[in-house]
């Protein structure tokens, strides 16, 4: 079976659990933040928002400078909940559609990510994904959660019915 196979149940499962709670994001809240050192809501939101951009990064290429300039790869709020979803189904449609062709001899291939010429890693596109892109995602979906219930949002289901949907 070709590695991609297993990959994208694990992708489509994740990617519409992040949007679930995306789908939560509090517009009016999108300036709120938990702790002064804390990103705000709608930062976080952003970035979480963001990671299939990572996705499409590593499959279009051997590696990627932060340094380039490309804005996307920035941390930035979004406008509203729905420019928000909005970007996030886009690029999760194109990082599919870009992980769904890779061979096993592409998501083998290593991939490096540098910072103005300074190499921060090296690693397998796999592995890249797993944990540059999807843990990572797992993580700041994590976060999102409590800022969610800090605000009084119901959460929707992530591995398993929450509180909210008992």
């Known amino acids: 079976m070709p590695i991609v196979d297993s990959l994208l149940p694990e992708y489509d499962h994740e990617f519409a659990t992040t949007r679930k709670l995306l789908e939560r994001v509090p517009e009016a809240e999108l300036g709120w933040k938990p702790h002064e050192k804390s990103m705000t809501l709608g930062q976080l939101a952003g970035h979480l928002a963001n990671l299939p951009f990572w996705c499409a990064k590593t499959m279009q290429a051997a590696s990627y400078d932060v340094q380039a300039g490309d804005r996307q790869a920035t941390l930035e709020a979004p406008a509203s909940r729905d420019a928000l979803l909005k970007s996030f189904d886009e690029q999760t449609r194109v990082a599919r559609d870009l992980l769904a062709r890779a061979s096993d001899a592409e998501l083998t ?31 700041h979906r994590g976060q ?9 949002v119901p959460l929707p289901a992530v591995y398993g019915p929450t509180a909210d949907e008992q």
Request: hydrophobic letters at 50%; a positive charge; aromatic letters at 12%.
């Open 109 to 139: 291939a290593p991939w490096t990510l540098q910072n103005g010429g300074q190499e921060i890693f090296t690693m397998p596109r796999l592995a890249v994904f797993r944990s540059f892109v999807m843990n990572h995602m797992i993580h």
């Open 144 to 152: 999102l959660t409590v800022y969610l219930r800090l605000k009084d």
